[in-house]
């Protein structure tokens, strides 16, 4: 009998981990720091207004060997703390454009808001973050079954 290789912590009410503790190697580009772990991918399972489930994988994974992701907002009150720092640091305007870019469209045909937010730091001390706005722009139709090649 194999030993249990996954383990369960709930960290509050509605954040759960599952930590699967199978040895892997590392085939992506990117590198830990000494005393930290650095994220290369993250599985999404979003719930979209049709009430179906689209499972989304976020590879962090560059050839520049390391990525430059710091942060993914996901509802309103995240939103609104990402927006109170960059006011603060990067001027009003530039966080009243991405508050407003949150609560619309992205083009008016799209059928949803963004999903989430991923925030990228400055290339350098002049510059702004980059800003995504992601999933929101498609239908996602469910997946047909593939043609039968007999």
């Given at each position: 009998m194999s030993a249990q290789l996954k383990e369960s912590k709930r960290i509050t009410k509605d954040i759960n981990l599952v930590y699967?503790?199978?040895?892997?190697p590392n085939l992506t580009q990117l590198k830990s720091a000494p005393d930290r772990a650095v994220v290369?991918?993250?599985r999404a399972d979003l719930i979209l207004p049709n009430n179906k489930i689209l499972t989304v994988d976020i590879d962090?994974?560059?050839t520049s060997g390391y990525h430059d992701n710091t942060m993914m907002i996901m509802?309103?009150?995240?939103?609104?703390?990402l927006t109170t720092a960059f006011a603060t640091k990067y001027g009003?305007?530039?966080?009243?454009?991405?508050?407003?870019a949150w609560q619309e469209k992205q083009e008016p045909n799209d059928p949803r808001k963004p999903t989430y937010i991923l925030v990228q730091k400055p290339a350098s001390d002049d510059d702004l973050p980059q800003v995504y706005m992601v999933c929101g722009n498609r239908v996602h139709p469910p997946k047909e079954a593939p043609e039968s090649i007999i």
């Open positions: 699967d503790f199978t040895e892997k290369a991918k993250l962090f994974d560059t509802d309103d009150f995240g939103v609104e703390m009003q305007k530039y966080a009243d454009s991405i508050t407003k």
